[in-house]
């Protein structure tokens, strides 16, 4: 029995493959979910992106790592918001507390790192003051590898007030002691944790009921091809609920605040004339933030700003070099919405492969005459003289 | 309040476009069938958009085949369509076979679905199987005995019919009549086989709503009808 | 009792085949006394369905010197070089590939591409230095010379060595050919590149 | 209801009024009955059947004959392999004499697989076409309109057979009545000058009978001999042409008579595996020659050869081409490539022969044996004619034991300078001597030839051939210094207006080294196992219209047109022009088989001509798969079946020296179990076999039908034929095409493979062992050219281009028209079969006009530049694209060295306008067309005419050949 349990445990957060960079683009060096995992092997890189193993124990810091939105905790964030709403006293300020943290506190979670910037932002939306995140010193704590996650969060979140001309200091992080009991409620070793056994138990029931009727049809279980699934651009659920929050921030007014890109959520692109057209960038970008335009024999790259999550997909899938993430970003972009053309160029139909491309060297694609010549030109400087040195 | 004798109408003159369309692509319109079309014989119930393709038909007959002018032009443009290898291919495999192999697998799957269903090819049929000529007809084959059905009537039958003619569109007859109409409207000099296309394609679309939701309304519906 | 095979012996394959852990898998061409008859291509395509205009093998036609005067002894030579896959130690197309749908097989070395996650970018054709991948224009993605993966894990030959009239395609491991090149001393080469170290695997014996 | 109403409403219907005739192509049941069979499918006899299975077959991509295993997935050609069975494709040596299936493990996944070429393996494309013929057509406009109608079989072949007011709906032929075929083939009245305007040229007995009216041409027939046996048992015609004047006919006549093998033992080749010295002339072994792969197979063994005459072997290459033979021999600095100029074949090989005899380096003592028994006493298996005396005079004949006085019509040979019968001599006789009697000279065979081969020097010889007279002495001592030498040819020097003189002199160079028959040496193709259909049938009489095999004997000195009484195949490239000017005889019908004369002729516009020509040709017709060049300019158009849906059986080539009879049997569709009748995979298609018993039927002939083949057989179909051919001859007392029978499972009949040699000498099974080999051509000696008057010679002669009275042409041509044609050949192209083919199409797009450097620089063009180009006689065709008018055709060029200087060489098969090469008319419209079929260029437009003639290309007076190579042309940047 307990083997069957293991065997069918499922971890209580989704990863939404679609939005997933390192789905996406085995290229992508994107780490964020595991770089703040508390525990041990419960995320893994595998060729189908990333695996969220038995291990894990629901604390959902991943989920607030995750710029795509990948990865879907157990209690999505805006359900978390509306809870946290019903709370919001306006005007008064709004205090956040952990688990561990003494003292009054609003609003209380697992653990800070769950908190998102759009959540962090919800008791401002509602008209509170200020915000305060009551912390204890997260050093001992059994989730200590997700503090800076939440230490993030909190920048950002002030970044963000700055740029919809609030003070940086409507939010704020405030010290509190350590409550003396620990009282943290997610058990560490999932197996034996009882909502993931009954879980798994209630499924491994329903399957094997599910064997045992006759007339069940056959369980189509045909995976869908990635390269059908690439030319989907899914929402992406942090963002759009991040920009939702924004919009409807009482009297924000977007100031431009440029702030270094590395390490944030938001990036700013540009195309360099080296682009060929292939559209690689926009079928990987996990959150559909470029979009080809064609029209009138052009080609035309468009860009959202406000949805690019700054995971550098593009960029490094490019095998032209020519997609380059800006150093740095406006944030008032996420108030805007305007969204920017990148390249525009003249698009022509290679007359071997019938796909487009840009510029206008001949009549065949680049990616013919590489492909089709190339064998030739291989064997041929082989063989007339110059380079037999070469061989070995 | 539809009854049996409607559908079976319904039935029977789906055959019979069926057939005509079949015998369209089949051979070069005969004497008779040129007459019974330019004196009218296509008719729409109801405007629509396959009405007017009807009634292009009918105006292409006209006027492509005058009182002193014989069929040969019609026959020398059929053969040139569908009977020399010319850019318009009738046969299903052109289009559906990842290889082009006309005669090959596609045409064998086609065969094999006539078989299913219990449909024999006549030694008259000099045609592939997967010919849209025989493809047309093999449905105004399952019609046929659909509207037998209705006049028994024959619930268990007709679902079984249905489902034939319902799986013989989606696997092959609805997934490459488009391609080889929109071939015959760009490469055909004869206003006739341009209408004969534009007809094909309303009317398979027509099936395309109608077969399924005909079955779905068996399935729920048959039993208080035979009772009431 | 059957086959002649002039450079490589049955059991040499054989002994491919049986080999157990990591292995590369490759072929052995002999330039010298291939006559370029295409038998290779045509046995390819047929194997492997590829559409009109994509050719996973192709024998390349190369010509060089000089003639003019027919009193003179003629200084002109053709060579025909029948190049397929070359299924590198370290395949650039892999490396190119966004999507990682290039492997290179632990098993066998034979490197593949997964015709469900190719994208159809072509990153692999500008990447590989021998124009080994083709695009199929009419599924929009990349295909290439697979070493016939399907007959080889049957424990058949490649279509190509099997079909070739001169003989001069071998199939077989890496080592195993090695062994037998130098026990013949052939004069044997594997295209490399200058500036792109790929290691191919894919070994030529040339005239002496 | 509400759901069926929502439906209903929801549609719109066609409401049909009137009835609708019923096509019929699926069997109406009732609804019970369908209820009952539903779901109960197949038992019907279907070409589809479940899983994976093989059928052994032959190709027909080519001719070589080599055996294929097809595999067949689920009712589908999917893949084609060589047959391990065949010793064409696969090197193997069976347990016993004939060859067992478990000789070999060759299943599914079988370790043992064959070799095939391209070609081969394109097969499935080929079956598979979207551009074949599906119904029969007729034309509804005039003739090359492309106003087609499909008609059934059964009215197409009433038609055909019947005849009447044919065209009565075409404009200009309302009245034209139309003969058919079985009034035409029952006519068994004399042809008189209604049927010719050339009576006084008849032999005295006359053209023969109107019957010969009928005329058959071929381009490749191996359904022999069911065609034959339409033609020739049936119909009783002598007019069965076939493309051996374009292909090697030449070759196959005087390979038979110089080394005394029956016909239809095909040509002789070197023995590749044992040789040590080999010389191709003209040949390209591994790319055009059959079969090429084996010959591939071939040359790598004789390359990787381990033995003690490993480091001996060289191999040289005559061609104005660098062959990849050529390349392969340069690359391996083991050989030789001589880029001789184009048609000076002669000089070079009787050059050779000078130089051999001057310099003694031949086998003397072989060369002097006179008779069998002097050959045996020296282990020798046969003796050559060098000794015997010929006249000096005209006509050159052999001096008979009677005109000597010796009492019997013997050959009579000098020993001491006394004649004697050559049967009579016990050892050598005289080799160079001369003697008179009864006041006329008499030479030897060998003085003859030694007083022809010094005609020229070697130095004249180098200004003809344009090689070194070092390369020819020094290429003769190495050839005749050999330890195992031998000279072998193919199209090269004998598709020429010398051909029949190249291809002797090239066998007398081999005798001169004794190596006929020997292992190593040069060997003619041998017989291959024959099956038998006895039954009725009639004898052809009469002149034939190419005057093939007949001799002028009319009332006027000279023939209007040339007579080859030596050809022994037909002369199908003079058959056209004649038939245009009704020479000899008018003819009323003409079916063409597997054959595309209007692309594949030399010099093709006057076969489009008179083809258009009603007059000329009032009946034709034409049995293809697709919509050929020829087809498109015919009546009706009969739809063959592809070569994987027939019944027949093929021979091989002499590279392979045991017997071998293949089976050609459909890889796919359907036989009837009762009637046996046999369908390919389109059901309105039936195979030319079929057509043709059904036209005999018809017509009445004799041969075919109830107890066709002799009493209890009935030939009603092509499978009851072959059926009965496979039970009689060396296949006696086997069942026939049961389908367990070895014969059908392995795809034939093999001799053990390894049954090779007895002793030092081939063992050339089914033909004469023991025999004396003719280096004089007494035959050729004794007939006259029927132009001029005069005497053919019999020995080789120095000579270039000739036209139809043997006269050089003017040498004023070459300074107008400095370049010279040449052609050559892809391995994965044969003639018109492969271009539409669009996997062999994709190997090489297109061809170019390939010229040296020395050339390209002289008119100033690089590779990719466009030239014009055009011959004294070349003309307009329409349908070629690249056709300017006026006889200038346009041609892009490649450079390369690959090409001797003065030489414009094309390769063949590309240039399509037919199977959907270029756009055709059809109905005023172009036809669809992919232009990866017809690219390219065809070098045929632009032979040169004969300059007597001016209607035909030229052609070797003596056995009918076509000049294949070095027209006169010129070349002009565009």
Not at chain 4, 562 to 583: D, H, I, N, Q
Request: glycine share 8%; proline share 7%; charged share 25%.
């Amino acid at each position: 029995m307990d083997n069957i349990v293991e065997i069918q445990c499922e971890p209580p957060v989704r990863v939404e493959n679609e939005l997933c960079s390192r789905f996406r683009c085995t290229k992508s060096q994107c780490a964020a979910c595991a770089a703040v995992c508390p525990v041990p092997r419960a995320v893994r890189f595998v060729e189908q992106g990333v695996e969220i193993t038995g291990a894990c124990i629901a604390c959902d810091a991943c989920a607030s790592a995750c710029p795509n939105g990948a990865i879907q905790p157990a209690e999505s964030d805006r359900r978390l918001a509306e809870r946290m709403r019903e709370r919001v006293r306006p005007p008064a300020g709004f205090r956040i507390g952990c688990e561990r943290a003494e003292g009054p506190a609003d609003f209380v979670v697992p653990c800070l790192s769950r908190l998102t910037e759009a959540v962090l932002l919800e008791p401002i939306r509602c008209g509170a003051e200020r915000v305060e995140l009551l912390a204890p010193d997260c050093s001992g704590c059994q989730l200590e590898r997700a503090a800076p996650q939440w230490g993030m969060v909190l920048n950002l979140a002030r970044a963000l007030c700055e740029s919809a001309g609030f003070d940086a200091d409507r939010i704020v992080r405030t010290d509190a002691p350590r409550r003396k009991r620990e009282m943290t409620r997610i058990p560490l070793s999932a197996p034996g944790s009882r909502r993931a056994m009954f879980r798994a138990f209630a499924k491994w029931t329903a399957k094997t009921a599910a064997a045992a009727m006759p007339d069940a049809a056959p369980e189509q279980t045909a995976a869908e091809a990635f390269r059908a699934i690439v030319q989907r651009h899914p929402e992406n659920p942090k963002r759009s609920h991040l920009l939702e929050v924004l919009q409807s921030l009482p009297g924000a007014e977007a100031q431009p605040t440029v702030v270094p890109a590395a390490g944030k959520p938001f990036a700013h692109l540009e195309v360099t004339p080296g682009c060929a057209g292939c559209n690689v960038c926009e079928t990987l970008c996990p959150v559909g933030a470029l979009r080809r335009r064609g029209e009138n024999g052009t080609f035309a790259l468009d860009f959202d700003p406000a949805l690019c999550t700054g995971c550098r997909v593009c960029e490094v899938a490019c095998f032209h070099k020519a997609v380059r993430v800006r150093e740095t970003v406006d944030l008032s972009v996420l108030f805007e919405r305007q969204s920017a053309t990148l390249i525009s160029a003249t698009r022509r139909t290679c007359r071997a492969c019938h796909e487009t491309f840009l510029g206008d060297a001949s009549e065949f694609c680049p990616s013919c005459l590489v492909s089709g010549d190339r064998r030739d030109a291989i064997a041929r400087r082989f063989f007339l003289g110059g380079n037999r040195g070469d061989w070995s | 309040m539809i009854g049996h004798k409607e559908m079976q109408a319904v039935a029977a003159g789906r055959a019979k476009t069926y057939a005509v369309l079949s015998a369209l692509y089949s051979v070069p319109p005969s004497e008779d069938l040129t007459a019974m079309i330019r004196a009218g014989a296509l008719v729409e119930e109801g405007a629509s958009s396959l009405g007017a393709a009807a009634k292009d038909l009918t105006a292409a007959f006209r006027d492509a085949v005058l009182e002193d002018r014989p069929n040969n032009e019609l026959t020398a443009e059929h053969t040139r369509l569908f009977v020399l290898p010319s850019g318009v291919v009738p046969h299903e495999s052109f289009y559906l076979d990842e290889n082009k192999r006309v005669g090959g697998r596609v045409t064998v799957e086609v065969r094999r679905y006539y078989q299913d269903a219990a449909a024999q090819m006549t030694s008259a049929c000099l045609e592939l199987p997967d010919h849209m000529g025989v493809e047309l007809e093999f449905m105004k084959f399952l019609c046929e005995i659909e509207e037998q059905f209705w006049k028994e009537p024959n619930p268990d039958g007709l679902q079984r019919c249905l489902d034939f003619q319902h799986g013989f569109l989606t696997e092959h007859l609805l997934r490459w009549h488009r391609l080889l109409c929109e071939r015959v409207i760009a490469e055909t000099t004869a206003d006739v086989y341009r209408a004969v296309a534009r007809l094909t394609v309303e009317f398979l679309e027509a099936e395309r709503a109608f077969v399924p939701a005909l079955t779905e309304g068996i399935r729920s519906e048959w039993r208080t009808t035979c009772e009431s | 009792m059957s086959e002649y095979s002039p450079v490589i012996p049955r059991e040499a394959v054989d002994r491919s085949f049986a080999k157990q852990g990591p292995k590369q898998y490759t072929l052995w061409v002999d330039i010298e006394h291939c006559i370029g008859c295409n038998a290779c291509t045509m046995a390819c395509k047929a194997e492997n369905n590829t559409p009109i205009g994509v050719d996973y093998n192709r024998v390349i036609e190369i010509e060089e010197g000089d003639f003019r005067d027919p009193r003179k002894a003629p200084n002109v030579g053709v060579t025909f070089v029948p190049m397929p896959c070359m299924h590198c130690g370290r395949p650039a197309c892999q490396a190119a590939c966004p999507v990682g749908a290039i492997t290179k097989r632990k098993q066998d070395g034979i490197v593949l591409i997964n015709k469900d996650k190719c994208i159809g970018c072509r990153y692999c054709a500008w990447a590989c230095p021998y124009g080994a991948p083709q695009f199929n224009a009419e599924a929009k993605i990349m295909e290439k010379c697979t070493l016939c993966v399907h007959r080889v894990e049957k424990g058949q030959l490649p279509a190509c060595v099997n079909t070739c009239p001169a003989k001069v395609r071998f199939f077989g491991e890496l080592n195993e050919i090695t062994v037998l090149m130098r026990e013949k001393r052939a004069r044997s080469f594997s295209i490399s590149v200058a500036g792109a170290d790929t290691k191919p695997s894919v070994q030529y014996t040339i005239p002496r | 209801m509400k759901l069926l109403e929502n439906s209903l409403t929801r549609r719109t219907f066609l409401k049909v009024s009137g009835t609708i005739a019923v096509l019929s192509q699926i069997q109406p049941v009732s609804a019970q009955e369908w209820l009952a069979q539903v779901g109960k499918s197949g038992s019907k006899p279907d070409m589809v059947g479940d899983g994976a299975k093989i059928v052994r077959s032959v190709c027909l991509m080519c001719h070589s004959g080599c055996g294929i295993q097809c595999t067949i997935v689920n009712g589908e050609l999917v893949k084609i392999d060589g047959n391990p069975y065949h010793p064409n494709t696969y090197d193997y040596v069976s347990k016993g004499d004939i060859v067992e299936e478990s000789d070999l493990d060759g299943g599914l996944g079988g370790k043992d697989v064959g070799t095939l070429c391209a070609k081969g393996q394109a097969g499935i494309y080929a079956l598979y076409s979207p551009a074949r013929l599906k119904h029969p057509l007729k034309r509804v406009g005039p003739r090359g309109s492309g106003k087609w109608k499909t008609i059934s079989w059964d009215q197409a072949l009433k038609e055909i057979t019947e005849g009447g007011l044919l065209f009565k709906g075409v404009p200009g032929e309302e009245k034209r009545f139309v003969e058919g075929l079985k009034s035409i083939l029952n006519n068994d009245a004399p042809l008189g000058p209604e049927d010719s305007d050339y009576m006084d040229e008849a032999p005295p007995e006359g053209w023969g009978p109107k019957r010969n009216q009928f005329v058959w041409a071929h381009g490749r027939n191996e359904q022999s001999p069911l065609t034959p046996r339409f033609v020739a048992g049936a119909a009783g015609v002598p007019n069965m042409l076939n493309h051996c004047d374009r292909c090697a006919g030449t070759f196959y006549n005087v390979v038979e008579h110089t080394l005394n093998v029956p016909p239809y033992e095909i040509g002789a080749y070197a023995d590749y595996e044992y040789c040590t010295y080999l010389i191709s002339v003209g040949s390209n072994i591994t790319h055009a020659d059959y079969p090429g792969q084996t010959r591939a197979r071939y040359l790598q063994k004789f390359a990787k050869r381990t033995g003690p005459d490993a480091k001996l072997f060289k191999h040289v290459v005559v061609d104005p081409w660098l062959s990849p033979a050529a390349a392969k021999t340069l690359q391996s600095g083991k050989g030789e490539w001589i880029p001789l100029k184009p048609s000076t074949d002669a000089y070079f090989l009787v050059g050779m022969i000078r130089w051999m005899i001057e310099s003694k380096a031949y086998k003397a003592d072989f060369l002097a044996l006179p008779n069998q028994q002097a050959a045996k006493k020296t282990g020798r298996r046969n003796w050559t004619d060098m000794t015997y005396l010929v006249r000096t005079k005209e006509p050159k004949l052999y001096l008979t034991g009677r005109d000597a006085g010796l009492g019997q019509a013997d050959y009579v040979v000098l020993v001491g300078g006394k004649p004697t019968l050559f049967h009579e001599v016990d050892g050598p006789a005289d080799l160079d001597a001369e003697v008179e009697i009864k006041g006329e000279k008499y030479k030897t065979v060998f003085r003859l030839l030694r007083e022809r081969a010094q005609e020229k020097s070697l130095e004249e010889c180098e200004r003809e051939c344009d090689i070194p007279a070092g390369t020819i002495a020094h290429l003769g001592k190495e050839f005749s210094s050999a330890k195992r030498p031998v000279i072998e040819m193919f199209r090269g020097p004998i598709q020429q207006s010398n051909g029949w003189y190249n291809g002797q002199a090239l066998c007398i160079l081999n005798m001169m080294v004794d190596n006929i028959d020997r292992k190593g040496g040069y060997i003619p193709g041998h017989k291959a196992y024959a099956g038998d259909v006895k039954g009725p049938g009639r004898k052809p009489s009469g002149v034939s219209v190419d005057r093939h095999k007949d001799k002028y004997q009319g009332k006027k000195p000279v023939s209007t047109r040339p007579w080859y009484p030596l050809a022994v195949r037909t002369v199908t490239s003079e058959f056209f022009s004649a038939a245009k000017m009704g020479y000899p005889y008018r003819i009323k019908a003409y079916l063409n088989y597997y054959n595309d004369p209007a692309y594949t002729q030399p010099f093709n516009a006057p076969v489009i001509e008179a083809l258009l020509d009603l007059r000329a040709m009032p009946l034709t017709f034409s049995i293809d798969a697709y919509m050929g060049e020829t087809s498109q300019l015919c009546d009706y158009v009969l739809p063959d079946t592809e070569y994987l849906e027939r019944i027949g059986g093929f021979k091989t080539y002499p590279p392979v020296k045991t017997r071998v009879q293949a089976l050609r049997q459909p890889v796919i569709g359907t036989l009837d179990p009762k009637t046996k009748n046999y369908r390919g995979i389109h059901p309105d298609v039936q195979t030319a076999d079929d057509t043709l018993i059904q036209l005999a039927l018809r017509c009445g002939l004799p041969g075919f039908g109830k107890d066709g083949g002799g009493p209890g057989v009935d030939l009603f179909n092509s499978w009851q034929f072959w059926n009965e051919f496979y039970k009689n001859g060396d296949f006696k007392g086997e069942p026939g095409l049961d389908p367990d029978s070895r014969l059908v499972k392995l795809g034939g009949k093999f001799e053990n493979p390894g049954k090779q040699y007895e002793g030092d000498y081939t063992r050339f099974p089914g033909g004469r062992q023991v025999r004396g080999l003719l280096a004089y051509a007494a035959n050729v000696a004794a007939n006259k050219n029927s132009m001029t008057g005069k005497f053919y010679d019999g020995l080789p002669l120095y000579r270039f281009i000739i036209d139809c009275k043997e006269q050089p042409l003017d040498p004023a041509l070459w300074k107008e028209y400095p370049f010279q044609l040449h052609t050559h050949k892809d391995a994965w192209h044969t003639q018109t079969r492969t271009m539409n083919n669009l996997w062999l199409a994709s190997i090489k797009p297109q061809n170019y006009a390939e010229m040296n450097p020395a050339d390209a620089q002289k008119l100033g063009v690089v590779t990719g530049d466009w030239v014009k180009v055009k011959s004294p006689s070349s003309k307009h065709i329409p349908f070629v694209e690249v056709s300017m008018g006026d006889g200038w055709y346009k041609m892009q060029v490649r450079v390369t060295s690959r090409i001797r200087p003065g030489v414009f060489s094309v390769s063949q098969s590309y240039g399509r306008w037919g199977a959907g090469g270029r756009a055709w008319a059809a109905n005023g419209k172009p036809q669809y067309n992919d232009k990866r079929i017809g690219a390219g260029y065809s070098i045929n437009p632009l032979y040169m005419a004969d300059p007597v003639l001016g209607d035909r290309c030229l052609i070797d007076p003596v056995a009918g050949g076509t000049q294949s190579y070095g027209t006169p042309l010129r070349v002009e940047k565009v």
